[in-house]
């Protein structure tokens, strides 16, 4: 739909402020200097739309810019967008340069698609820029509020919606003489929390608290608009992204789902990673989640503002974090103080190749040769006494593929086995092999197994990992359940709620978002 875009009386009325008094302004109001480029990366390669989806018809890569245009042979009888497909945004700041000819543009942030209305429709906030003189800079709420700041206004949105219009940025007459029309101009856009700020050739053009309930987005998508109307052209460059951490008081889960492996019903890293990301969001916490599925995410900014990392996925030798570069990056996050939790497969890695790396972050893995993977009914189940992670949780029984014999650090401390259970003896009776038997397992018989343990490390940060979780059909357990929910919860470094995380999950749920795997052959 068109904006509706009338300025209103009051500020059309506003006084003009004198020249040294507007010019002492707008130097307090301008951004950080452009220079300072630590943290951003590059979100578009400036040769192809890999990682961007839109209209083919509408976009295109021309002289390393992304092109979005409409003729009057083609015109498009709705806005659209090209919507970045790697990741989506909480707190940050974007820096890119667009150039427009004629017509009007913006960039979504925060957003969300509306898939029911048609392809590649977008709604949220929008920094908005045009050909014209009055709406570049503001903040419009595409497919919502409308116009929610004008350029050279400060303002709050209450939990009410009511407005309170803050201290003038300056006057929109003088702000828009930073703009260049018709050439390149840098915007840039800065979200912490509920404040959000746009600037446009260093000049901040506009500020928002936005506060209101059911209305707000402190997450969503990024896309870039193609106005509908008169023919236009579009033009953006340097697209730089640049986590931030996330203001408030939240934590940031990033949850990594491993690709598809075993027959349906096993290793539903997707499935089960997203249905635990549905009861933490319904839990009301103050966690944000950031799930990608497929392996180590595409998005190169997926860790940046991290407070705790998830794996569910195939691990050993085909584990997302020993491949490439990758185990030199999460220690750099680990040592941070960035959680790290593995789930079943992803608590093994090689010993050579990984081993040193879990020992530090986790406390304890898999080794093969070492550790083994039977499946077996959990028996005489113990949970630790006083630690978060087991608030709410009774002992329990589930048929999994419950690997046991953990290689843990030497010193125990900071390690806490959460959850325990005896193995039948039949467990150990495998032929040796990397992952079935070995002496130094059948030597345990009758002994107590660590089948999840917590970790807090001496320089900071925490670490989990469970072995569980090969059957997807376990996650309708409700203590088990709990029990993940309560360590993602931990080791993101929050309070774990007294009664621990309460969640119930319908059949469709626990249906859903499952992987297209042939069926095992019998």
């Not at 106005?227 to 579009?234: A, D, E, T």
Request: aromatic content about 8%; hydrophobic content about 40%.
């Amino acid at each position: 739909m068109k904006h509706s875009r009338g300025l209103p009386a009051a500020a059309l009325s506003r006084p003009v402020l004198l020249a040294g008094m507007l010019l002492a302004a707008l130097a307090m109001t301008t951004g950080p200097a452009v220079g300072d480029d630590a943290g951003f990366v590059p979100i578009f390669d400036g040769k192809t739309l890999d990682g961007w989806e839109g209209n083919p018809e509408i976009w295109r890569v021309e002289d390393g810019a992304i092109v979005g245009q409409t003729t009057a042979e083609k015109p498009i009888k709705a806005n659209t967008f090209l919507i970045w497909r790697q990741g989506q945004l909480d707190d940050f700041e974007l820096r890119l340069s667009f150039r427009l000819t004629g017509g009007n543009s913006g960039v979504q942030y925060r957003s969300r698609e509306f898939t029911d209305v048609g392809p590649f429709v977008v709604g949220g906030y929008q920094g908005d820029f045009e050909s014209g003189t009055k709406y570049s800079g503001i903040l419009y709420e595409e497919r919502g509020r409308g116009i929610l700041t004008l350029r050279g206004q400060r303002m709050k949105i209450g939990a009410d919606g009511a407005k309170t219009p803050g201290e003038p940025i300056g006057t929109p007459e003088e702000l828009q003489k930073a703009i260049k029309p018709g050439d390149w101009n840098e915007l840039r856009i800065v979200a912490r929390g509920p404040t959000l700020q746009h600037f446009i050739n260093g000049q901040l053009m506009s500020e928002t608290v936005d506060e209101q309930e059911g209305k707000r987005a402190l997450e969503g998508i990024l896309a870039l608009q193609v106005h509908q109307g008169p023919p236009m052209k579009v033009e953006f460059k340097d697209i730089h992204l640049k986590r931030l951490r996330l203001a408030d008081g939240r934590r940031k889960l990033v949850m990594v789902a491993g690709r598809p492996s075993h027959p349906p019903g096993q290793h539903e890293h997707r499935a089960g990673t997203m249905l635990l990301e549905q009861c933490l969001d319904a839990a009301g916490l103050p966690l944000v989640t950031a799930v990608y599925t497929g392996g180590w995410p595409a998005d190169p900014t997926a860790f940046d503002n991290a407070d705790a990392i998830f794996f569910f996925a195939d691990g050993g030798g085909n584990h997302p974090v020993v491949q490439s570069n990758r185990l030199a990056q999460v220690d750099a996050l680990a040592k941070r103080g960035v959680g790290i939790a593995c789930l079943h497969y992803a608590v093994e890695v090689p010993k050579e190749k990984g081993g040193p790396e879990f020992l530090a972050w986790m406390g304890g893995y898999f080794e093969p040769h070492w550790s083994v993977n039977p499946h077996w009914m959990l028996s005489q189940t113990q949970l630790a006494q006083g630690h978060p992670v087991t608030r709410g949780v009774k002992p329990f029984e589930t048929q999994d593929e419950w690997y046991y014999h953990m290689r843990f650090q030497e010193s125990a401390a900071g390690l806490t086995p959460i959850l325990s259970a005896v193995p039948p003896d039949a467990t150990r009776e495998r032929p040796d092999g990397p992952h079935s038997n070995n002496p130094a397992v059948r030597a345990g018989k009758g002994s107590r197994e660590v089948l999840a343990w917590a970790y807090e490390r001496p320089a900071g940060g925490r670490g989990f990992g469970c072995t569980g979780a090969h059957f997807h059909k376990n996650w309708e357990n409700d203590d088990f359940r709990r029990l993940m929910l309560n360590a993602l919860v931990w080791t993101s470094g929050l309070e774990v709620p007294a009664a621990g995380v309460a969640s119930g999950v319908t059949p469709e749920q626990l249906a859903a978002n499952l992987d297209d795997k042939p069926a095992a052959k019998k």
